[in-house]
């Protein structure tokens, strides 16, 4: 079974430009979230999607955004983009949701921001 | 105060003993908790999952709840240097329209020859 696909793993952006990172599920996953991780403040929770609609949002600024497609795939979107912005950003499917605390996470996408 | 708090470490143990990883939680109301493991340069995945007071065993992992103290401890016996990594403690909390998974920063753990 395949597990979590994070496109792209590594990408380097100026400040002021955007980004959009993509996330393929587990199949039969229909749940995606999606966190920021910094060495100061660990995982940071971003959204969730459930079966297209968001469920839940984070304490994020609305540069960053969300969509999950009806194959459960799902891409975030990073607008106006800040030196604070590079972090790893995180992907999790999970069956039936982030409240089942079991979560399947991708690899990453390490985003740099000069 | 910070929802899940956890102290960074690093925690040293000598191979073969006994590793102790703490976690405590602000919200009264969180009703489950999560031990995930992550290797340097790696997502993290999870290892152990309690729900109610008490202790939970799998393998040489014990995960331990105390909810009247918002305490949840997770211990490795015969910790092995291959447990070298940072142990993240999850708490996920229903807030009434939906349900909020919260990590602490996590517990370096190393284990020394």
């Known amino acids: 079974k395949a597990g979590v696909t994070q496109t792209p793993r590594y990408l380097i952006k100026t400040r002021g430009q955007q980004v959009t990172l993509s996330c393929s599920p587990i199949?039969?996953?229909?749940?995606v979230s999606w966190y920021q991780q910094t060495p100061g403040q660990g995982l940071q929770f971003l959204f969730e999607?459930?079966?297209?609609?968001?469920?839940n949002k984070g304490n994020f600024p609305g540069r960053f955004s969300g969509r999950q497609f009806s194959n459960s795939r799902s891409e975030m979107n990073v607008s106006t983009l800040e030196l604070g912005d590079s972090a790893l950003y995180l992907c999790?499917?999970?069956?039936?949701?982030?409240?089942?605390?079991?979560?399947?996470f991708g690899e990453g996408s390490r985003l740099t921001v000069l | 105060q910070k929802e899940v708090e956890q102290n960074s470490g690093p925690l040293s143990v000598p191979e073969g003993a006994i590793a102790s990883l703490n976690c405590t939680y602000s919200?009264?109301?969180?009703?489950?908790f999560f031990w995930y493991r992550q290797y340097s340069g790696k997502s993290p995945e999870l290892i152990m999952s309690?729900?109610?007071?008490g202790d939970k065993e799998d393998g040489r992992f014990t995960a331990q709840l105390n909810k009247a103290s918002q305490y949840v401890s997770l211990l490795i016996r015969d910790s092995q240097p291959s447990d070298s990594a940072t142990y993240l403690c999850?708490?996920?909390?229903?807030?009434?329209?939906?349900?909020?998974?919260?990590f602490g920063t996590g517990t370096r753990l190393q284990v020394t020859l």
């Open positions: 999790a499917s999970s069956f039936a949701g982030t409240n089942t605390g079991e979560l399947f």
């Open positions: 199949s039969g996953h229909r749940s």
């Open positions: 999607y459930f079966s297209e609609t968001q469920r």
């Open positions: 919200d009264r109301v969180s009703q489950s």
């Open positions: 309690i729900y109610s007071n």
């Open positions: 999850a708490v996920n909390t229903y807030t009434g329209t939906a349900s909020k998974l919260t």
